[in-house]
């Protein structure tokens, strides 16, 4: 009779105890929906209140489907009991992952859990902190450098994309109603953590000190661009910065993340790996193999999602069935909560929370921030074709995340109408200033065509080089004139 | 070397190949001390090579699946995890997309990574990663990613194993600029390309052969040192001629040799070129070659179009139209997916025949014509 050892934590039992710890799990916490979540009343009520996922839709929002929540037996939360009562340990038995306990009752574990997995926040819709929550507090600096980084990245967002629209620059993509995400949860990281975005987190190469200059430059595409004008707008990249270069395709940095975290494991540095993506690249194999992969190797990494709603014009009810991301976290056997995304402070709390959990016991942790995308997809976007304009719009004035955030450091005393007005002009200036001169840097020399495909250039490349630098010599008219050589 | 053939004319002419055995005789023993150069396989060659560079660099490590506990699919791996133990030789889940996406990953912060594909067909199911990350990020991030990875495994067909572990990923991936792509031939070429292809700081696609991994070659002192390496983007002239030129890579090189044997009794003296490197191409020895022959016959495994003989080809008449004197015979597999049963199989893949008619037809002597020597 072999007895199979158990490499891993018991499920359920140990982490039912540990997430009790840290009161993240819904049944005592008292984070729970607000009052201004709008349950359509056409759910069925059977199987309990799983509640509405677009529960943030007008009533009128005709992509929703209710017939998903009926459900045959009643399972209790999405954290169910597995047993009626204490594990009897005596009848079980061993098998390959650890002891199993036996029931008799054919019972499935539902598809949904009776109610969604509740949302960590902070602050209410007026930024007013809820009361009994846990939080820590953030120095009236920090705050500030929070807020004044969340208008600049909402400021720079609307610069850029009227510039794309202007035609001067080919391509942009907006934060809008991520701006607490993006600069809250870079204000949790350390500078020394290794960031793999996605592409809608320029708010934390913000945080890290790129300047405004500096996104400008790269967005078009010029020579003082530290990408070298080798990538379209908004894949921005800087080791120096700790962020790794954008990729487009979805989902291929949770897997590198892994693999930069196994390497940072030998550093023993007091840092983690933080891999930012969205509710769609869930869907990618590579989310599998990456949240797989983790928890088997114990990488030190965070993985914080943002569910924002929508991937281009796929709705999250088209893209899983599943509550969402963070219950994808207990399959993988990896640490999982769910936060507020609107809510600046919650994400600050949580993420560093993550990341000391992360370094401290070497293990994986998954944060799903729920938000939404104010954002067109991209400037190659028109989202009013596929969701309400007025479901937009509720989201940009209600549920502003900066806003939200400004009243409640206004009322802490640390801001004011005054310096909100100096802010945004200085701002402005700044950002249109930066556009005009990356306008009219110049473009990168032609050597740069041909340097950084291999280590050294090869004997076929300069060739080429030769070959294109003779070719202008004898038809420069064929050529731009601004382009150096 | 000539070491192969200095081998094969000491056994007689009568020489015969049971699939990758060569029968010597009986007083030779496996390991041949009496004569001065010393033998040993493919498979040792490449567990050799990856032993010392595990050894010689901490950052280099292995991953895939099956080498760790098992010692490899094929074994090639066999005894690191012992040596080097588990932080080292990492035994993967099912992904290859997962633990190719970790390998850059690794590479991305500083690791040399060696991931093993059981064959290149699974590869397919990690290619983003190869060619998305891998090959382009040095580039798209203008230096500051550099992915000094290395992907190694059996490519091409093997015996009796179908359409889904026999293709040729040869011109796939050298068809990206960013990879460097080798096939080492004998076990020279497989200590030295995988030597280079782990010291070097680009991504090193290394496409082996299933079917070469028992068979012996004789190595020499220098090759066996542990400081050896093979240059990426130099092809090799495995045996020297004047009448045409046979370009091979990989198992094929061992059949471009016969077919030149068997050309050299009827007159025709082939020179048979083993690229070793499918990018960089080494363009210049290839062009050298085809200006003193004249006459050119590509040949490889995998699929004819969009091959490696149509880049050779379009290469040499790029830079050497005018010495060829016959059209560029291109001699590849059957343009199907690799049937199983063993007639079939034998008939989708080149055999020396089709090498040694290549060859005549590229000296305008078919079958039927009485040869002019």
């Known amino acids: 009779m072999a007895v199979w050892f158990s490499r891993s934590r018991t499920i359920g039992y140990c982490l039912r105890k540990k997430l009790g710890f840290f009161g993240l799990v819904g049944h005592e916490s008292s984070c729970c929906f607000s009052p201004s979540f709008r349950h359509i009343s056409s759910i069925r009520q059977i199987g309990g209140s799983y509640g509405n996922p677009n529960g943030f839709l007008n009533d009128s929002a005709i992509h929703f489907r209710s017939w998903r929540f009926e459900s045959s037996t009643a399972e209790t939360q999405l954290d169910p009991q597995y047993f009626q009562e204490e594990d009897d340990l005596n009848q079980g038995l061993d098998f390959p992952g650890g002891r199993v306990t036996f029931t008799s009752e054919l019972r499935f574990i539902s598809e949904s859990g009776d109610k969604r997995v509740p949302c960590y926040r902070v602050l209410d819709d007026n930024g007013d902190p809820i009361t009994h929550t846990s939080f820590a507090q953030v120095s009236k600096e920090l705050a500030v450098k929070m807020y004044g980084d969340m208008v600049t990245l909402q400021m720079m967002d609307v610069v850029f994309y009227e510039a794309q629209r202007q035609g001067r620059i080919s391509f942009y993509m907006s934060t809008t109603g991520e701006e607490a995400i993006n600069i809250a949860s870079a204000a949790a990281l350390s500078s020394d953590d290794l960031v793999l975005p996605q592409y809608r987190e320029p708010g934390v190469l913000l945080w890290r000190g790129f300047t405004l200059q500096d996104f400008a430059d790269q967005c078009f595409g010029n020579k003082a661009d530290c990408g070298k004008g080798r990538q379209m707008p908004v894949h921005y990249g800087s080791s120096k910065h700790n962020f790794f270069t954008v990729s487009s395709p979805i989902a291929t940095q949770l897997p590198q993340a892994v693999g930069v975290a196994y390497s940072l494991k030998m550093d023993k540095k007091d840092a983690c790996v933080v891999a930012y993506f969205g509710d769609g690249c869930s869907s990618e194999g590579d989310f599998h193999a990456g949240l797989n992969f983790a928890a088997v190797m114990e990488a030190p990494v965070v993985f914080i999602c943002r569910n924002n709603g929508w991937a281009i014009s796929t709705p999250i009810e088209e893209q899983f069935r599943s509550d969402g991301i963070v219950v994808k976290g207990r399959a993988y056997g990896i640490r999982s909560i769910r936060v507020d995304g609107n809510d600046a402070l919650a994400v600050y709390n949580a993420i560093r929370t993550a990341r000391e959990m992360a370094i401290s016991e070497q293990i994986p942790v998954l944060v799903e921030l729920l938000a939404y995308r104010v954002a067109h997809h991209s400037t190659s976007d028109d989202s009013s074709k596929y969701r309400p304009v007025d479901e937009i719009e509720y989201w940009k004035s209600s549920r502003n995340p900066v806003n939200r955030f400004r009243k409640w450091v206004e009322r802490n005393g640390w801001w004011s109408d005054k310096e909100e007005s100096e802010l945004r002009s200085s701002v402005k200036k700044q950002l249109l200033k930066a556009i005009q001169v990356a306008e009219k840097t110049e473009k990168p020399p032609i050597a740069e065509i041909f340097t950084d495909v291999y280590d050294h250039p090869p004997p076929n490349l300069k060739e080429q080089e030769k070959v294109l630098r003779e070719d202008i010599k004898r038809h420069p008219k064929d050529y731009p004139s601004d382009v150096s050589l | ?373």
């Open chain 2, 1 to 373: 070397m000539w070491g192969v053939i200095r081998q094969k004319m000491s056994t007689g002419s009568s020489s015969v190949l049971v699939l990758g055995q060569r029968i010597r005789p009986a007083a030779c023993a496996f390991r041949n001390y009496s004569s001065p150069a010393k033998e040993i396989n493919v498979r040792e060659a490449l567990n050799s090579a990856l032993d010392e560079e595990m050894s010689a660099d901490p950052t280099v490590f292995l991953m895939g699946e099956e080498v760790g506990e098992y010692q490899g699919a094929y074994k090639i791996s066999k005894g690191l995890l012992d040596k080097y133990g588990p932080e080292r030789v990492l035994d993967t889940p099912i992904t290859e997309a997962g633990f190719t996406g970790i390998g850059v990953g690794a590479a991305y912060h500083g690791l040399k990574p060696v991931v093993e594909f059981m064959t290149f067909n699974f590869s397919m199911q990690a290619i983003d990663h190869i060619i998305n990350s891998a090959a382009k990020s040095n580039y798209m991030s203008a230096g500051q990613l550099s992915v000094p990875i290395v992907f190694r495994g059996p490519n091409g067909a093997a015996a009796g194993v179908g359409a889904q572990h026999s293709q040729c990923y040869a011109s796939w991936y050298a068809s990206c600029p960013g990879l460097k792509v080798v096939a080492p031939y004998s076990s020279e070429d497989a200590r030295g390309l995988l030597k280079a292809a782990i010291r070097d700081p680009d991504p090193v696609v290394v496409l082996e052969n299933e079917l070469l991994y028992g068979e012996s070659f004789p190595v020499s002192a220098e090759v066996l040192d542990s400081s050896f390496c093979l240059p990426i983007g130099k092809a090799k002239i495995e045996r020297e001629g004047k009448d045409v030129t046979i370009t091979a890579f990989s198992k094929m090189v061992g059949y471009a040799i016969k077919a030149a044997e068997i050309l050299a009794k009827e007159g025709i003296s082939a020179e048979v070129i083993n690229l070793r490197s499918i990018r960089p191409l080494d363009r210049a020895t290839i062009n050298a070659s085809v200006r003193k022959t004249n006459r050119l016959v590509t040949v490889e495994e995998g699929f004819p179009q969009h091959g490696v003989g149509a880049e050779i080809c379009t290469s040499v008449i790029e830079d050497s139209f005018g010495y060829l004197d016959a059209p560029v015979e291109r001699i590849a597999g059957a343009d199907v997916p690799m049937p199983y049963a063993a007639n079939l199989e034998r008939l989708a893949v080149p055999q020396i025949e089709d090498i040694v008619r290549a060859a005549k037809r590229a000296c305008y002597r078919a079958e039927s014509v009485a040869s002019t020597a």
